[in-house]
C-alpha cells in the first residue's frame, strides 16, 4: 500500500504543480492585460478624475477604436457624463463589437484584439416565449500570430433583448477561434453559443 501511495505521489506532484503553475501564470497575464486596457484609456481618465473639461471630440478619439469603447463608456457612466459619447458608437452593434474584442484580446483566448472585424448578422432565437438576439462577426488576424492561417473566424455576442441597451453586459460573449467562415453559418454559431454557453451560465 505504501508502494502505490508512493508511485501516486511521483505522478501526481507534476500534475498539481503544473496545475499550480498554470494558474499563476494566467493570474499574471490577466493582470498585464488589465493594465494594458487601463492604461489606453489612462489620459481620459486621469482628466475626469481632476475635473478637467472634456468634450466630445476628446471622447470620439477612444470610442471609435473598438479596443477602448466599452471602457469608455463605463468610464463615462460612472462619471455621470454620457452625453459626451458620440451617437454613432452609441449601438448594440458597436458596444457588442468592443465586447468581442475584449474578451478575444483575454490571455486565455486569441491573446490578441483581431485585426479585422466586421458585423455579419443580427441572429433572433426564440426561448421560453421571448426573443433573444446573438449579433454574429467575423474577425481575423494577421501573421505570424499562431490564428492567421485560419482566415475568417466567427464570435458572437449576446444575449441581447427587447430592451437591451447598447453597453448592457453579454454574458454569452464568445468565440470558438476555429470556427471558420463558409464552413459554418452565421445562424448556427449563434444557435451553439446560445446552446453551450448562454443556457449553461
Known amino acids: 500500500m505504501k508502494t502505490i501511495l508512493i508511485v501516486l505521489g511521483i ?10 503553475y498554470k494558474y499563476f501564470k494566467f493570474q499574471k497575464q490577466s493582470s498585464l492585460a488589465l493594465k494594458l486596457r487601463f492604461e489606453r484609456i489612462q489620459p481620459l481618465y486621469e482628466k475626469l478624475e481632476n475635473g478637467i473639461a472634456i468634450n466630445e471630440e476628446d471622447v470620439r478619439e477612444y470610442a471609435k477604436d473598438n479596443k477602448t469603447r466599452e471602457m469608455t463608456h463605463q468610464l463615462l457612466l460612472e462619471y455621470k ?8 458608437y452609441l449601438t448594440i452593434e458597436s458596444g457588442a463589437e468592443s465586447q468581442l474584442v475584449n474578451w478575444l484580446e ?21 426561448f421560453d416565449g421571448n426573443n433573444m438576439f446573438y449579433h454574429v462577426f467575423k474577425y481575423m488576424t494577421n501573421a505570424p500570430h499562431w ?12 444575449p441581447y433583448f427587447e430592451d ?3 453597453y448592457d453586459f453579454a454574458g454569452a460573449t464568445f468565440s470558438r477561434c476555429n470556427s471558420l467562415l463558409g464552413e459554418i453559418e452565421p445562424e448556427d454559431e449563434a444557435k451553439w453559443v446560445h446552446e453551450n454557453i448562454a443556457l449553461k451560465r
Not at 147 to 158: S, T
Open 106 to 126: 483575454f490571455p486565455t483566448e486569441l491573446d490578441k484584439a483581431p485585426d479585422e472585424i466586421e458585423h455579419l448578422k443580427k441572429v433572433t432565437i426564440q
Open 164 to 166: 437591451s441597451k447598447p
Open 81 to 88: 457624463k454620457t452625453e459626451l459619447f458620440p451617437e454613432e
Open 11 to 20: 505522478i501526481g506532484l507534476p500534475i498539481v504543480l503544473f496545475v499550480i
Open 147 to 158: 490564428a492567421a492561417e485560419n482566415g475568417w473566424m466567427l464570435g458572437v455576442v449576446g
